[in-house]
T-cell receptor, first 111, second 114 residues
Framework: RKEVEQDPGPFNVPEGATVAFNCTYS??????FFWYRQDCRKEPKLLMS???SGNEDGRFTAQLNRASQYISLLIRDSKLSDSATYLC????????????FGKGTHLIIQP | DVKVTQSSRYLVKRTGEKVFLECVQD?????MFWYRQDPGLGLRLIYF???????EKGDIPEGYSVSREKKERFSLILESASTNQTSMYLC?????????????FGDGTRLSIL
């Protein structure tokens, strides 16, 4: 099983719709989880951390399911500017070498 | 806001050259990282450092070395550049010693080896 697995997409979604991505991870010792956003030819940027209780930031909601080892990202009322690649990121469970990045899910919001 | 600055956005070098990529962060972060990103392969860790003068190999260190003489600066060196090292190179930094903190990235360097 890959360390972090995401559906690469692309997800083509009409503007205003709700879209959700899942990501699975293999290391049960992982403690920290994040979603990053990466625009074409740009660097990844932290979108939000994912907490055990779930957390919300405006139109974005992140959930963690430790039992099934997956995290999710929900985007409500999608905007054209949400078009990007979303990277699921999980820590390696110890040590300073930090994080494992998924290959990303490509989202295209259509007018 | 964390600022991670990479010395060049675009760089073109020739096969066999020694290439230096520089990265500076301004947040007194302990950890610094070098990745390369290629289509379909995602981000791959080359080297990282958790303290001054300390370095650890990542997943793909072959053909690369690094230097961290000061806390704020982490350099990636291509000893003898080859065409398969054409890629987007990303530097990142993070705080703390447990690897649990998010990483903050520089703008990236698009390196072409001819």
């Amino acid at each position: 099983r890959k360390e972090v697995e995401q559906d690469p997409g692309p997800f083509n979604v009409p503007e205003g719709a709700t879209v959700a991505f899942n990501c699975t991870y293999s290391n049960s010792a992982s403690q920290s989880f994040f979603w990053y956003r990466q625009d074409c030819r740009k660097e990844p940027k932290l979108l939000m951390s994912v907490y055990s209780s779930g957390n919300e930031d405006g139109r974005f909601t992140a959930q963690l399911n430790r039992a099934s080892q997956y995290i999710s990202l929900l985007i409500r009322d999608s905007k054209l500017s949400d078009s990007a690649t979303y990277l699921c990121v999980v820590n390696k469970g110890g040590g300073a070498d930090g994080l494992t990045f998924g290959k990303g899910t490509h989202l295209i919001i259509q007018p | 806001d964390v600022k991670v600055t990479q010395s060049s956005r675009y760089l073109v070098k020739r096969t066999g050259e020694k290439v230096f990529l520089e990265c500076v962060q301004d947040m007194d972060h302990e950890n610094m990282f070098w990745y390369r990103q290629d289509p379909g392969l995602g981000l791959r860790l080359i080297y990282f450092s958790y303290d001054v003068k300390m370095k650890e190999k990542g997943d793909i260190p072959e053909g690369y070395s690094v230097s961290r003489e000061k806390k704020e600066r982490f350099s990636l060196i291509l000893e003898s550049a080859s065409t398969n090292q054409t890629s987007m190179y990303l530097c990142a930094s993070s705080s703390g010693g447990d690897g649990n903190q998010p990483q903050h990235f520089g703008d990236g360097t698009r390196l072409s080896i001819l």
